[in-house]
């Protein structure tokens, strides 16, 4: 009976709000500067990633099963950071801290889908692609394949919609009969399921089995490839090859160590201790807007043969003009 009466008691104070309230920053003074330089930041990030995308579209030498990881890299940087920062800079700059319900669902789907998941996977996969290049270099081009790596992307984005999917339909179960203050600058999970005033022990749930799965098994599994790889660095006897090799690595090194590291500490740290909602939040924001700024430079842009590609680009697209003169 008193199970009875607790159930219809929660159905009773079932609340679905109107809206939310975003709250950002509290207490610093010309903020505002800050969301300008994110403006920048997305900026420069949107025309790097779309460059990439164009030059490896355009360009057939770069169909290669590497070059589609790299192409769905920067489609996922494009996609995340055009979902979230004009989102943000609307909020705060023009003040429009208020989103209604649903929208706040659907703004948390995409940003969580796009921001933490695919970065994570198509990192996984890059790994996988090297691991195979160094280890079984005589198989890699029978193993490595454009259809293979298709599967595992096709993977990642099926796998990053249902658990996101889940975690959003949680979110829908809840009762919000207090605040409706988001302490974040965005439409964040754990703030809002923070806000319910019934049960959350299922969404807590759900933010774990998130955690572990997008963020700690994908970044074990990178570790562990490595390790294999600086075995098999160890048994090449050329020092010159060795070198060559590890060249072939460092790009993804640092974008391994860019996104992981900050996600992993922010999330460590809320769990371990209190940590300010302002330091929470610029973490956040630097986070999930710098790497797709960095991500295009340091890979792609770097790469010798995407390098030749927009040179080759370039040339042809000037060879006309030059014909008329």
């Not at 979230?84 to 649903?102: A, C, E, G, M, Q």
Request: glycine share 2%; with cysteine.
């Amino acid at each position: 009976m008193d199970v009875f009466n607790a159930a219809l008691k929660d159905n009773i104070t079932f609340v679905r709000p109107a809206y939310f309230v975003i709250s950002g920053f509290v207490g610093i003074p010309n903020i505002k500067y800050y969301f300008v330089f994110l403006f920048f930041v997305y900026s420069l990030s949107f025309i790097g990633n779309v460059t990439v995308m164009t030059v490896i579209m355009m360009d057939h030498t770069l169909r290669s099963p590497k070059h589609v990881a790299v192409f769905n890299l920067a489609l996922t940087d494009l996609l995340s950071s055009s979902a979230l920062v004009p989102k943000v800079i609307d909020t705060f700059l023009f003040n429009h801290r208020y989103i209604s319900y649903n929208n706040c669902l659907t703004y948390m789907f995409f940003c969580l889908t796009l921001i933490s998941i695919m970065q994570s996977f198509i990192l996984l996969t890059m790994a996988y692609d090297r691991f195979v290049a160094i280890c079984f270099p005589l198989r890699y081009h029978a193993i490595v394949t454009n259809a293979s790596i298709g599967a595992m992307l096709l993977f990642a984005w099926l796998y990053a919609a249902i658990i996101t999917g889940t975690a959003v339909k949680l979110i829908d179960r809840l009762s919000f009969c207090e605040s409706l203050v988001v302490k974040s600058f965005f439409c964040d999970h754990g703030p809002i399921f923070y806000l319910a005033c019934n049960d959350t022990s299922l969404n807590s749930i759900m933010a774990y089995v998130a955690f572990i799965s997008i963020m700690c098994i994908p970044l074990l599994l990178i570790g562990v490839t490595y390790v294999c790889i600086s075995v098999a660095l160890i048994r090449i006897a050329s020092g010159q090859e060795r070198l060559r090799a590890l060249k072939t690595c460092t790009s993804h090194l640092i974008l391994v160590a860019i996104f992981f590291l900050p996600f992993v500490g922010t999330n460590i740290a809320a769990v371990a201790s209190t940590i300010h909602p302002n330091a929470r939040i610029i973490n956040s924001t630097l986070t999930q807007t710098i790497p797709p700024l960095l991500n295009p430079l340091i890979y792609a842009l770097k790469t010798e043969e995407v390098l030749t590609a927009i040179k080759t680009l370039f040339k042809r697209n000037r060879r006309p003009h030059a014909v008329t003169k």
